[in-house]
């Protein structure tokens, strides 16, 4: 398995599969400029109206428009106790798609 940037990610999910397309995550811990604002409202338990993953979204529901799957699976090399109080959004991406 090769890694690839956020770029090369978005162009392969964007049109680089025909039926399924498989996203395993390694990261041990979040944190990026984008998601900070909304874990720290997450942490708070204030609302978030979600428009920061209306593109993800999107190019998710196009996926299953068309008959093709994403599936995601994370892996982390540390214990994560939070990992089973995630925000309900993140477990809930695939079913709201």
């Not at 990261?27 to 604002?37: K, M």
């Not at 993800?56 to 599936?71: N, P």
Request: some cysteine; aromatic content about 8%.
């Amino acid at each position: 398995m090769t890694p690839v940037t956020d770029e090369e990610f978005e162009e392969l999910l964007r049109c680089g599969f025909d039926r399924e397309a498989a996203h395993l995550e390694t990261r041990d811990a979040y944190g990026t400029a984008v998601e900070l604002p909304h874990m720290a409202k997450w942490a708070a338990d204030e609302p978030d109206d979600l428009n920061w993953l209306k593109g993800w979204c999107t190019a998710l529901r196009e996926h299953v428009k068309a008959g093709r799957s994403v599936q995601h699976s994370g892996v982390s090399t540390v214990a994560i106790p939070t990992i089973a109080t995630s925000p309900p959004t993140r477990t809930g991406w695939s079913a709201a798609m």
